[in-house]
């Protein structure tokens, strides 16, 4: 059920909204808003309960104290608008709660609409204006019902409630997103480490690392000026793709290994990877092996291993030694044994758990019959045609920025990793908005690449973005299959300068009316994709 809950949201967190191309009307709030004060009530007369309190602050969503006391003011499902102390702050009350006299209830006058996301995009609204305020020029009743608030409207110039509504549950999924992959992913280390099901009728004893891996060795160092151009991944002391720092062709004066965990014993100490493939490794990681063991029983062992994140760090590496005097607790036989095979049939379980509920999500998605597969009409467009908004990347390099490795995504000139370079400190100055094709105009052997991107992130001048009001990530994915197809016509000597990129032509699908056919891109790049995923599930038996 957690795996499903955890697929769910990620489809939810897709949608895009965009505030550039929706229609805004200005509105006087006692146009729209029904407004009511609250009640005076000090703390002598107030007995302390369970009933939020809401008084004039900006801070705990208002909450100033917690009473068993009731009046007339009593009321959920409203903005709270301060209109003294901190003046112009507001906040949204599903529950019961009692308001002060220092703050106003507001709620929309089409009760049909007032819900969590109208009422938070309105309070949004209202705190835009909180700065022309203050403690000696108050929100007070009479300038709060004249306070112009701009709204999106529908064609007809009426409230575009739909529009408010889907943008904050957008807004809403996009901040609880690492918070939910973080719940998904401690789901199964919980499951693993304390027990539950399964694992509860099992036991459990401390094994030397010693006695879980026979083969315990560090990398070898290996110089970034050292490294030969290849394919063999190269793993370092990253927590991000499954470890590899890059790709090397070396192949004397290196360790290489395969089938085995590795850990990093500095940098992102801790952190515990499975590599069925070969790879070299640096002195920062240690091979972990076992002779005999499956993928699954290693898998087992990762999140009890990437706790020795918590005793480790920068100053305190995990050297040879140390690295042989630690302990696993580990799933036991009768005889004391480590139990190999239940830990392997554990995750077998935990695997087909999330695959059949995968396949289950992607079976029940409804795949597009389009008739005119195989018969479409194609055309040129002219990319800056196609592309109304074309904007240069903001970064001036690498040295005006700090790397982190849980930062935005940096895209420089580059065709690998979609695009990015390395993560960075998030400089909201620099800063540019997703859902866009990113057009890669440097870089000998990326220059006339071109990549969809549906995060936000920051990006070198190298870098030309375009947006479209049509563009997802199925539409922005066919487009970007088409434009590759021009990336031998550039070179150092003939350079895409933006003014060679926008007059670049693309040949794509058209409709009736010689426009581009969007929805004939989307359900293309759909059916492709489902396709690819239940090819996969027929690979592993799960689907016919």
Avoid at 179 to 208: D, P, V, Y
Avoid at 247 to 274: M, Y
Avoid at 309 to 331: G, H, M, Q
Wanted: charged share 25%.
């Amino acid at each position: 059920m957690a795996e499903v809950i955890c697929l769910r949201k990620e489809v939810e967190m897709n949608k895009s909204f965009s505030l550039i191309d929706q229609q805004w009307k200005e509105f006087f709030l006692e146009d729209v808003v029904i407004i009511n004060s609250g009640k005076r009530l000090t703390k002598a007369d107030m007995q302390l309960g369970d009933m939020p309190f809401i008084g004039a602050s900006e801070a705990n969503n208002g909450i100033t104290m917690f009473t068993s006391s009731s009046n007339e003011s009593l009321d959920s499902n409203v903005l709270g608008v301060n209109y003294n102390g901190s003046v112009g702050f507001s906040f949204y009350h599903p529950y019961k709660a009692l308001f002060s006299d220092d703050v106003k209830r507001v709620k929309w006058i089409d009760e049909t609409h007032n819900n969590r996301y109208t009422l938070l995009f309105l309070s949004t609204a209202i705190r835009q204006q909180k700065d022309k305020y203050a403690y000696g020029y108050k929100f007070n009743a009479q300038r709060m019902k004249r306070q112009k608030v701009l709204l999106p409207v529908t064609k007809e110039g009426l409230l575009d409630w739909q529009f408010m509504e889907d943008y904050m549950k957008a807004k809403e999924q996009q901040i609880l997103k690492p918070t939910i992959e973080k719940l998904c992913k401690q789901l199964i280390i919980n499951s693993i480490i304390m027990g539950g099901g399964k694992l509860s009728r099992t036991h459990w004893k401390a094994f030397n690392f010693t006695e879980v891996f026979t083969d315990i060795q560090r990398g070898k160092r290996l110089k970034k000026a050292d490294h030969s151009e290849g394919t063999t991944p190269y793993i370092s002391a990253t927590a991000l793709n499954n470890g590899v720092d890059g790709f090397v062709g070396n192949e004397s004066g290196v360790r290489k290994f395969s089938n085995c965990l590795t850990v990093a014993n500095s940098g992102s100490v801790g952190s515990a990877f499975f590599h069925q493939y070969e790879f070299v490794a640096s002195d920062h990681v240690t091979q972990l092996k076992k002779d005999g063991l499956d993928k699954y029983a290693y898998l087992f062992m990762i999140p009890l291993i990437n706790r020795l994140s918590e005793k480790y760090s920068f100053n305190r590496e995990i050297n040879d030694n140390r690295i042989k005097r630690e302990k696993l607790i580990l799933p036991s036989t009768d005889e004391g044994e480590i139990d190999f095979a239940f830990m392997s049939s554990f995750m077998k379980e935990v695997e087909q758990d999330i695959l059949r509920a995968t396949l289950k999500f992607f079976k029940d998605r409804h795949i597009v019959n389009n008739p005119k597969m195989g018969g479409v009409k194609w055309k040129h467009f002219l990319i800056r045609d196609l592309f109304p908004i074309l904007v240069p990347g903001k970064s001036k390099g690498l040295n005006h920025i700090e790397k982190v490795e849980n930062g935005i995504n940096y895209l420089g000139a580059t065709n690998q990793n979609n695009g990015v370079l390395c993560f960075v400190t998030t400089d909201k100055d620099l800063v540019q908005k997703g859902n866009c094709i990113a057009f890669i105009r440097n870089g000998e052997g990326s220059m006339g690449y071109s990549v969809y991107k549906a995060e936000d992130f920051i990006a070198t001048s190298d870098i030309t973005l375009g947006y479209n009001e049509h563009l997802n990530k199925y539409i922005g994915t066919f487009i970007t299959t088409v434009a590759d197809r021009i990336r031998g016509k550039y070179n150092f000597g003939y350079k895409r300068s933006a003014t060679r990129l926008a007059k670049e032509v693309l040949t794509l699908p058209a409709d009736e009316n010689s426009n581009p056919d969007w929805e004939y891109m989307d359900n293309y790049m759909r059916n492709i994709e489902n396709k690819q995923i239940l090819n996969y599930f027929r690979t592993l038996g799960l689907a016919k």
